[in-house]
């Protein structure tokens, strides 16, 4: 059988430079190295398959080993045009793994990695530094399914395969307590730059799904994420103290907040001090019956500015934008920009909430007050909603500069009487209805809340097309 001109092109190139043994001059499969086109923010010179690296796909057989081995190897190649590792259908067993610098993972459709269940595979990773502690539990927390730090040009992508995180041994011993650390999440990028998750399906994570910690110029886009609405803390897609990120067209079913933006807890995020910032979020799709769309906090102590969410769908969610925070988060959360939003079957279509009070431990400041200012909503329309707005300021620090205009919410055939609770908080509405507070009072002239027009860095970032 003769190799076409691509195959033997790859074939040679990775024999030449000692990668592989004499096994990998055979022909691959079309399935395997089959002509594929995807966008990504650099393509790769090099091409190499699990199965070059002992990987078995029976769902059944440990390829940490192989993912480790493969990173590794390909890692050299990343000062000579990068390589791309390609995950060709069937089930990849596996426990947590590395990436590396100016690499991409692809996943071919038909391909399921599968997350082990066994905690051996997870290695143990300190607390984060602005959150002091686990999250689950005050110990170490395990290594996330696919993780990387201190990278440079990281791309995890396919053409709709999948990562599955097998989490419900995981939500049992959650529920239980009989963890001791923190569940592990799906993916985990930290202390890095020109980061994109893109164009692949996630389902079941153990706890958060897709988590950019400390890092810039992130591009998320295309994401199916999937998880039983009563899982606990299987939040989507959380941006965490980190600047110049951009989250689009993804579709999320969730037991937790769709997407919720953080910047670390209490003490530890004041003194860590690195917010979150110049945030993109734009043609989402959420479900989540017991939590937000977007949640900005509740760990937010580094700060949250500049967010900008546009052309938002929420379906049988609790709530729109939430703001969660309380006394000893510090920091702010301010300049935040969302239109465009539409809702069905909504508890509450605005919440502010400044008693959110889950602390790490006893030493939070208790007079680290946060700042919540110039928040602003426009045009946006709701069905089969129970309260309009749910608005907690907090009494020595009111909430200020709300702007909301331009909304139309329809009642439930059962809505709650008062429709508007507002405590501590300071703003104008303008066409609203049902009619705001009076902490809200309308203006007698029109107003269009505003929205910013100048662009981001990450909406100019360059995409080229690729192909394996």
Not at 192 to 207: A, C, F, G, Y
Not at 268 to 290: A, H, N, Q, V
Request: net charge neutral; proline share 6%.
């Amino acid at each position: 059988m003769a190799c076409n001109y691509e195959i033997v092109q790859i074939v040679v190139g990775v024999l030449v430079l000692g990668l592989f043994d004499s096994r990998t001059a055979q022909c691959r499969p079309s399935r395997v190295l089959e002509s594929i086109e995807y966008s990504a923010l650099s393509c790769r010179k090099h091409t190499a398959s699990l199965t070059d690296f002992g990987g078995v796909p029976d769902g059944k057989t440990s390829n940490t080993k192989a993912f480790k081995v493969a990173i590794d190897k390909l890692s050299s190649l990343a000062g000579d045009g990068g390589a791309q590792l390609i995950v060709p259908p069937g089930k990849w067993l596996t426990g947590s793994f590395n990436l590396t610098s100016h690499f991409t993972l692809f996943i071919q459709q038909g391909a399921v990695i599968l997350a082990s269940q066994d905690e051996s595979e997870w290695p143990l990773l300190p607390p984060l530094p602005s959150y002091g502690r686990g999250r689950d539990a005050p110990g170490d927390r395990f290594s996330s399914l696919i993780f990387g730090t201190n990278l440079t040009d990281v791309i995890i992508t396919g053409n709709n395969g999948t990562i599955d995180g097998q989490g419900e041994s995981w939500w049992k011993k959650f529920r239980n307590g009989e963890l001791h650390n923190t569940r592990p999440y799906l993916i985990e990028i930290m202390h890095s730059d020109r980061v994109q998750i893109s164009d692949i399906t996630l389902i079941n994570s153990p706890s958060w799904n897709v988590h950019p910690v400390y890092s810039s110029n992130v591009l998320v886009q295309r994401l199916t994420i999937l998880a039983p609405i009563d899982s606990p803390n299987t939040d989507g897609i959380d941006p965490d103290s980190c600047t110049n990120t951009r989250i689009e067209d993804c579709y999320i079913v969730s037991g937790d907040d769709c997407i919720a933006v953080k910047s670390g807890w209490d003490q530890y995020g004041i003194k860590f001090g690195m917010p979150t910032e110049k945030l993109i979020i734009r043609r989402l799709t959420c479900i989540s019956p017991d939590s937000a769309t977007i949640a900005l906090g509740s760990e937010m102590s580094g700060g949250i500015k500049d967010v900008r969410a546009e052309d938002i769908i929420a379906i049988n969610t609790q709530s729109g934008i939430r703001i969660k925070t309380a006394i000893g988060r510090g920091a702010y959360v301010r300049d935040i920009f969302v239109r465009r939003m539409n809702m069905k079957t909504m508890k509450y279509v605005f919440w502010m909430s400044g008693s959110y009070n889950q602390h790490p431990d006893p030493g939070f400041d208790p007079k680290a007050f946060p700042k919540i200012e110039n928040i602003n909503y426009k045009d946006v329309r709701a069905e089969n909603v129970t309260y309009s707005a749910r608005l907690e300021g907090i009494p020595q620090d009111p909430f200020t500069g709300v702007c909301i205009s331009n909304v139309s919410i329809n009642l439930t055939e059962k809505p709650k009487e008062l429709q508007w609770n507002c405590t501590n908080i300071a703003g104008v509405t303008s066409h609203v209805n049902p009619k705001a507070c009076n902490l809200l009072p309308e203006k007698e002239e029109p107003i269009n809340c505003p929205f910013p027009n100048d662009r981001l860095p990450i909406e100019d970032i360059s995409i080229q097309k690729c192909k394996i």
